[in-house]
């Protein structure tokens, strides 16, 4: 296989993997939107141990169904890859119509195509984990005891499933927008290279520095 060809391919998954470790040190230093958020799900565990009410189950329900549906289409578009890795001599034609410059390889493609399954893999295990762990948070919401004031330790317990569900959410989201310089590599090498860094800046801007992360900042002590 090419050498810029492979590093072009698998430099999404690199970044990927790399942004999730950068986001732990820059949190340290400016919290990130999800950070921000993770002390308002404090705040609404707080909430929720003082009234006995179907809200918290009709918003836990409507998460739930978010992570459900990006669950399922994910394993149809693991089934789909399936289907282009064990057919690709049918679609390198298709394929190859939309490459600038030099064309990929057969064997350059099915790599590619492995390494965006392996993606789409991993983005699947994420959303199926979080579904398990919002599940956790709904069971211990209903357990609470409404007649008497709930323990802080209990309260904290709580809201972090909620927030280790939300991380690993989080975790396939950006599976998918770091699928979106994998496909660009079927263009060039380099528009996946260049679509990979506007992705990071994008993430990094709407994590850190974006008017919504601004808002809940003023909100929220940290």
Request: one cysteine or more; hydrophobic letters at 55%; charged letters at 10%.
């Amino acid at each position: 296989m090419n050498a810029f060809a492979l590093f072009a391919s698998l430099l999404p998954l690199a970044a990927l993997y790399a942004y999730g470790l950068a986001t732990m040190i820059l949190d340290r230093h400016r919290p990130s939107m999800s950070a921000l958020m993770n002390e308002q799900r404090f705040n609404w565990v707080t909430q929720a141990s003082r009234r006995d009410t179907p809200l918290d189950a009709i918003l836990s329900g409507n998460i739930m169904s978010s992570v459900s549906f990006f669950a399922s289409t994910t394993a149809l578009l693991i089934l789909a890859m399936f289907t282009v890795i064990g057919q690709l001599p049918q679609f390198l034609p298709a394929l190859s119509s939309i490459t600038f410059g030099q064309p990929h390889s057969e064997f350059d493609m099915q790599v590619h195509n492995v390494g965006l399954l392996v993606l789409f893999v991993y983005a699947f295990l994420s959303f199926t984990l979080s579904l398990r762990q919002f599940n956790h948070f709904c069971i211990l919401i209903g357990g609470l005891d409404h007649t008497k004031p709930a323990p802080a330790e209990e309260i904290r317990t709580i809201a972090r499933i909620n927030a280790m569900a939300a991380q690993r959410f989080n975790a396939g989201i950006r599976s998918y927008y770091f699928a979106i310089p994998m496909v660009a590599w079927f263009v060039s090498s380099w528009a996946a290279i260049a679509v990979t860094l506007a992705t990071i800046i994008m993430l990094l801007h709407r994590e850190y520095f974006s008017t919504a992360r601004w808002l809940v900042a003023r909100i929220t002590p940290h």
